[in-house]
């Protein structure tokens, strides 16, 4: 029998807290399987300056942060921190890594999976525990219609990538205590054959679409480019922000970083407006918060139709047109 | 789209094959990135596809656009891996078929599983550096100095060959083959044909097998709301929006909107 206590690890991904909080949700969400397994709930930390991010994960349910600090980590690298994580889980014998699916996230995993032997799901919209103690991870697959239930029997660590938004975190607690692993960073550790020649962050928007009140959505049924610029101008009379499904982005008709959805962001506006999306999983994924939904199709039948309060059936891009006029005729001056 | 549930029950795999003899889109955009390299460097192009029979097409649609040889890999054996055997089949038939390889370019991700793990998987298998999410890339003697956005950081980064590289959908825009090159080039392509024994894998080292993971279940993720629907002329669906839902609308959008509206005509 294996004496030591079983462990749940959360890897700290923290390059752009305060935005991305997916290890906060996936502390959350540890803490919520870990007492079906007796199992404790661990941060794992690599960097330089983490003091915050420790304090941070303690009051968000970590019952233990490991912490490995150097200078030479203080970039974030995928090599270097996929050994030393391996190395970590060599001697500690996790039961399972969560891993928020951030893009550095999506490349570090499998790196770290394939190291230590085991399997890896992507993606991860639901994780339970199964009646035999098993990590169940549910995850989208086949273009987004299905999902899949998948386990890793045999293996260990058990692993998932899971995306920001998908958990709730549990809410700050100064009153949690946690225990602190300090651990020396290893003299051998092999310097990355990537080699990182600048590091620039991109600005940040304004008003953040995972925080707006209201959300206009746009998706391959508006259309066209012009068609589709219509939702800017309804947003706009609105205070909202404009998002959209991934076709769009692909053609141009929207920037990359206001894809909803699985790939993108998470939305909980207290209105969304759909126009001309079909309601594949990984885009409903990330509307499901939405307290109100609007939703414009020409097809009654279309999967975003089923789950709106309001279906809507009508061509989408005279639909805007018209909700335009009538809200400007209807906003009292 | 797959009408017909693509779910194996007796082997508990997905039926990829259901869905394959098209090239993948992102690999669309690492062939492209290959050609372009070709251009301004040289080199000889080699196609790998790991798959049923019938995905010998996307191998056959590479040598028309101009890669020089593919290679197929195929056997009963190897179907419904997961990501780890995945990226284990194709690094032993890297190794064997092109030993002396300098870059290995991969999509970032496949349209239907999207799981985007083989790339970095794959450079694990075969010891090189390797760089997910590419957008552009150039080559200078033996290094490639890459950049792409990661987490809301444009990164630059450098490594020295051989190495992999993941390809976004960003990178560049993939020709597509006319029919009349497509006709001439099922003359003679250049395709080699490999099983599990060819490569010296033991079945249960791959496809369904050898996967860490195994699916338990697959089902339909439709979720139903009861909910209203509006039909008829737009003009006369938005009065029923504002007059049904206008408090609603009102707050969230935080102004104050007119209860008795009547259009006035100009
Ligand atoms: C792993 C993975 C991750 C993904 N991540 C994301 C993601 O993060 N976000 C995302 O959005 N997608 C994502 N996708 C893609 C997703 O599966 C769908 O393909 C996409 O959401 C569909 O976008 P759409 O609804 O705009 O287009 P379509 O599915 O083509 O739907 C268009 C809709 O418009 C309607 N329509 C057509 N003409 C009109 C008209 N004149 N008026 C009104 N309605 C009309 C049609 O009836 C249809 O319902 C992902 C896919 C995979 C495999
Ligand atoms: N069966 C396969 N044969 C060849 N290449 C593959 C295969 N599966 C995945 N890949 C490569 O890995 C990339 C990412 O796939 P995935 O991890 O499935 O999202 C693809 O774009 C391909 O370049």
């Given at each position: 029998?294996?004496?030591?206590?079983?462990?749940?690890?959360?890897?700290?991904?923290?390059?752009?807290?305060?935005?991305?909080?997916?290890?906060?949700?996936?502390?959350?969400?540890?803490?919520?399987?870990?007492?079906?397994?007796?199992?404790?709930?661990?941060?794992?930390?690599?960097?330089?300056?983490?003091?915050?991010?420790?304090?941070?994960?303690?009051?968000?349910?970590?019952?233990?942060?490991?912490?490995?600090?150097?200078?030479?980590?203080?970039?974030?690298?995928?090599?270097?921190?996929?050994?030393?994580?391996?190395?970590?889980?060599?001697?500690?014998?996790?039961?399972?890594?969560?891993?928020?699916?951030?893009?550095?996230?999506?490349?570090?995993?499998?790196?770290?999976?394939?190291?230590?032997?085991?399997?890896?799901?992507?993606?991860?919209?639901?994780?339970?525990?199964?009646?035999?103690?098993?990590?169940?991870?549910?995850?989208?697959?086949?273009?987004?219609?299905?999902?899949?239930?998948?386990?890793?029997?045999?293996?260990?660590?058990?692993?998932?990538?899971?995306?920001?938004?998908?958990?709730?975190?549990?809410?700050?607690?100064?009153?949690?205590?946690?225990?602190?692993?300090?651990?020396?960073?290893?003299?051998?550790?092999?310097?990355?054959?990537?080699?990182?020649?600048?590091?620039?962050?991109?600005?940040?928007?304004?008003?953040?679409i995972e925080?707006?009140?209201?959300v206009?959505c746009?998706?391959?049924?508006?259309?066209?480019?012009?068609?589709?610029?219509?939702?800017?101008?309804?947003?706009?009379?609105?205070?909202?922000e404009v998002g959209g499904t991934r076709?769009?982005v692909?053609?141009?008709?929207l920037?990359?970083?206001a894809l909803v959805g699985q790939a993108g962001k998470h939305i909980?506006?207290?209105?969304l407006?759909s126009?001309?999306i079909?309601?594949?999983?990984?885009h409903t994924?990330a509307t499901?918060?939405?307290?109100?939904?609007?939703?414009?199709?020409?097809?009654?039948?279309?999967?975003?139709?089923?789950?709106?309060?309001?279906?809507?059936?009508?061509?989408?891009?005279?639909?805007?047109?018209?909700?335009?006029?009538?809200?400007?005729?209807?906003?009292?001056? | 789209?797959?009408?017909?549930?693509?779910?194996?029950?007796?082997?508990?795999?997905?039926?990829?094959?259901?869905?394959?003899?098209?090239?993948?889109?992102?690999?669309?955009?690492?062939?492209?990135?290959?050609?372009?390299?070709?251009?301004?460097?040289?080199?000889?192009?080699?196609?790998?596809?790991?798959?049923?029979?019938?995905?010998?097409?996307?191998?056959?649609?590479?040598?028309?656009?101009?890669?020089?040889?593919?290679?197929?890999?195929?056997?009963?054996?190897?179907?419904?891996?997961?990501?780890?055997?995945?990226?284990?089949?194709?690094?032993?038939?890297?190794?064997?078929?092109?030993?002396?390889?300098?870059?290995?370019?991969?999509?970032?991700?496949?349209?239907?599983?999207?799981?985007?793990?083989?790339?970095?998987?794959?450079?694990?298998?075969?010891?090189?550096?390797?760089?997910?999410?590419?957008?552009?890339?150039?080559?200078?003697?033996?290094?490639?100095?890459?950049?792409?956005?990661?987490?809301?950081?444009?990164?630059?980064?450098?490594?020295?060959?051989?190495?992999?590289?993941?390809?976004?959908?960003?990178?560049?825009?993939?020709?597509?083959?006319?029919?009349?090159?497509?006709?001439?080039?099922?003359?003679?392509?250049?395709?080699?044909?490999?099983?599990?024994?060819?490569?010296?894998?033991?079945?249960?080292?791959?496809?369904?097998?050898?996967?860490?993971?195994?699916?338990?279940?697959?089902?339909?993720?439709?979720?139903?709301?009861?909910?209203?629907?509006?039909?008829?002329?737009?003009?006369?669906?938005?009065?029923?929006?504002?007059?049904?839902?206008?408090?609603?609308?009102?707050?969230?959008?935080?102004?104050?909107?007119?209860?008795?509206?009547?259009?006035?005509?100009?």
């Amino acid at each position: 029998m294996n004496t030591k206590k079983r462990a749940i690890w959360v890897f700290g991904d923290y390059r752009n807290y305060f935005q991305n909080r997916v290890t906060l949700q996936l502390l959350a969400k540890a803490n919520d399987l870990a007492p079906k397994i007796s199992a404790e709930v661990c941060a794992v930390l690599f960097g330089q300056g983490l003091d915050q991010y420790v304090a941070e994960y303690i009051a968000h349910g970590a019952q233990k942060v490991y912490v490995v600090e150097h200078r030479s980590l203080k970039n974030y690298s995928v090599e270097k921190y996929a050994v030393l994580l391996e190395r970590l889980a060599n001697d500690y014998q996790p039961e399972t890594i969560l891993v928020g699916a951030t893009s550095f996230g999506k490349e570090f995993a499998p790196r770290v999976a394939k190291r230590l032997g085991t399997g890896l799901t992507a993606d991860c919209i639901g994780l339970k525990i199964t009646e035999d103690g098993l990590l169940l991870q549910i995850a989208p697959s086949f273009g987004g219609n299905l999902l899949a239930e998948i386990i890793t029997p045999n293996h260990r660590p058990q692993m998932a990538t899971v995306r920001p938004g998908t958990f709730q975190e549990i809410p700050h607690n100064n009153e949690l205590r946690g225990e602190v692993v300090r651990l020396p960073i290893q003299k051998d550790l092999p310097e990355d054959r990537v080699r990182l020649i600048a590091n620039e962050r991109q600005a940040q928007r304004d008003q953040r679409i995972e925080d707006a009140p209201v959300v206009v959505c746009g998706g391959r049924g508006m259309g066209s480019k012009k068609k589709f610029k219509k939702l800017f101008d309804l947003a706009d009379l609105m205070g909202g922000e404009v998002g959209g499904t991934r076709p769009v982005v692909y053609a141009g008709w929207l920037d990359t970083d206001a894809l909803v959805g699985q790939a993108g962001k998470h939305i909980k506006p207290k209105i969304l407006l759909s126009f001309g999306i079909s309601g594949a999983i990984q885009h409903t994924a990330a509307t499901t918060e939405a307290d109100f939904i609007i939703a414009v199709n020409k097809n009654p039948n279309a999967t975003m139709m089923k789950m709106a309060d309001v279906a809507v059936v009508a061509d989408a891009s005279q639909f805007c047109t018209a909700l335009i006029k009538g809200l400007k005729a209807r906003i009292q001056a | 789209m797959v009408s017909e549930l693509p779910w194996d029950s007796k082997t508990g795999t997905l039926r990829r094959d259901l869905a394959e003899g098209m090239m993948n889109p992102a690999c669309a955009n690492a062939l492209e990135a290959a050609f372009q390299i070709k251009r301004r460097y040289g080199g000889d192009i080699i196609t790998i596809t790991m798959g049923p029979p019938m995905a010998e097409e996307v191998l056959y649609e590479a040598t028309a656009m101009g890669a020089d040889r593919g290679v197929l890999l195929t056997d009963p054996y190897m179907a419904g891996g997961d990501t780890f055997v995945t990226s284990h089949t194709l690094a032993r038939a890297i190794e064997k078929e092109c030993p002396d390889f300098d870059l290995v370019l991969c999509g970032c991700h496949t349209s239907d599983s999207e799981t985007a793990q083989v790339g970095p998987q794959l450079a694990e298998e075969l010891d090189i550096p390797g760089v997910a999410y590419v957008e552009q890339l150039e080559i200078n003697n033996r290094t490639v100095r890459m950049q792409r956005l990661s987490d809301n950081f444009f990164e630059t980064l450098e490594m020295d060959l051989p190495g992999l590289v993941t390809v976004t959908t960003q990178a560049n825009a993939p020709r597509y083959p006319s029919l009349s090159v497509l006709e001439t080039a099922f003359g003679k392509p250049d395709i080699s044909i490999l099983g599990a024994a060819d490569l010296g894998l033991e079945p249960e080292t791959i496809g369904v097998q050898g996967s860490p993971t195994k699916i338990l279940d697959v089902y339909s993720s439709t979720a139903k709301k009861k909910n209203l629907i509006m039909k008829g002329t737009a003009k006369k669906i938005v009065d029923e929006v504002f007059e049904k839902f206008g408090d609603r609308i009102s707050g969230a959008i935080k102004k104050d909107l007119k209860t008795h509206y009547h259009e006035k005509k100009p």
